[in-house]
């Protein structure tokens, strides 16, 4: 979401995906036997692909999806001239050695995030099977289940190239679920922030950004996601420190969605608590975690935030105070229990 300055870029947005043929390149042994028995079937019910964004195979532009995702494995769908997958993942990720790998199919999406209602980036065998290997230095286990044919999978993996991004596992041709060799969550790089905790928790793990660039604060991006999985946004920091599910809800979300907050007034504002501007369009929406007034007066607070042009910041504000941005109203997260 967007931060809350002159020059704050824009909340990602996505056109929808147009599904284009894919073929069938070499193929692991349980994948043939789907392809010989189950397809025909298939063909023959006549089913077909409708509504479904392009997680594995579509156009050059994804579509990104709002709200929470289902649990339940991937749905899968085929008619003579398109075939399409989508799934929802989220999860942490981490950084490792670059490994090469064979692809197989056509037209496979590679996402901004590990996330399949993340906008496309790119895209895997473009104009023909198998034409890319790709090469991945880590891999993150999302929980949600990606299905082609009998070959399903988990994981998404984090490319280097020919494309960079996250790409579902299920396009690699291999036999296994996950990428061999390949590092997965919980394997180096920065622990992910384990969720809910005391408001010290919260606050403790927002300070963890103001340095977790090799000593410097964590850029801002609507498009990345940093090494603990979370968007490099001003939601997306605010999900990693409230421990929400990668990569992170949006600013509406944290303003609506009364499993997560509640409104509360200004008076009553404490450590932990946000400040957030959730009206208007992407170039005006905003949150930021309030940790302590500055004076007696409160006509300031010190609070932590992700804005543009900067990154992780804290520093003192006045949003949702009389002077201040009046579009801010407080809210207090639901797992703090008061």
Not at 196 to 206: D, Q, T
Not at 210 to 228: C, E, F, H, I, R
Not at 255 to 261: E, K
Request: proline share 7%; hydrophobic share 30%.
């Amino acid at each position: 979401m967007y931060e809350h300055s002159s020059t704050h870029p824009a909340d990602t947005t996505s056109p929808a995906d147009r599904p284009a043929p894919m073929t069938r390149h070499r193929q692991s042994p349980f994948r043939r036997t789907v392809w010989r028995t189950v397809l025909p079937a298939v063909a023959a019910a006549g089913i077909s692909v409708a509504g479904f964004t392009g997680f594995a195979h579509g156009s050059d532009v994804g579509s990104a999806t709002a709200g929470g995702h289902s649990a339940t494995a991937t749905k899968l769908s085929h008619d003579s001239s398109a075939r399409t997958v989508r799934a929802a993942g989220t999860g942490s990720v981490r950084q490792a050695a670059t490994a090469d790998f064979p692809t197989w199919g056509t037209r496979w999406m590679v996402h901004a995030t590990a996330d399949a209602g993340s906008p496309a980036v790119g895209m895997i065998n473009k104009t023909a099977p198998g034409q890319d290997r790709i090469t991945a230095d880590y891999q993150v286990d999302t929980g949600r289940k990606v299905c082609e044919g009998s070959s399903c999978s988990t994981f998404m993996a984090h490319l280097t190239g020919p494309v960079s991004g996250f790409l579902s596992v299920v396009a690699v041709d291999i036999p296994q679920d996950r990428l061999p060799g390949v590092p997965v969550q919980g394997s180096g790089g920065q622990p992910q922030p384990q969720p809910g905790g005391s408001r010290e928790e919260m606050l403790n793990r927002a300070a963890t950004w103001l340095t977790a660039n090799n000593g410097a604060q964590v850029p801002y991006s609507q498009a990345k996601v940093w090494k603990d999985g979370y968007r490099q946004d001003c939601s997306g920091y605010v999900s990693m420190a409230l421990g929400l599910p990668t990569p992170g809800t949006n600013t509406v979300g944290l303003a609506t969605n009364r499993g997560i907050t509640r409104p509360i007034s200004v008076g009553d504002l404490k450590p932990g608590d946000l400040l957030i501007d959730a009206s208007g369009d992407n170039n005006t929406r905003h949150v930021v975690i309030f940790e302590k007034w500055n004076n007696d007066a409160h006509s300031s607070y010190t609070a932590y935030e992700q804005r543009g042009d900067h990154g992780t910041d804290h520093r003192t504000l006045t949003y949702g105070l009389p002077g201040g941005d009046a579009e801010f109203k407080p809210y207090r997260p639901v797992e703090f229990g008061d």
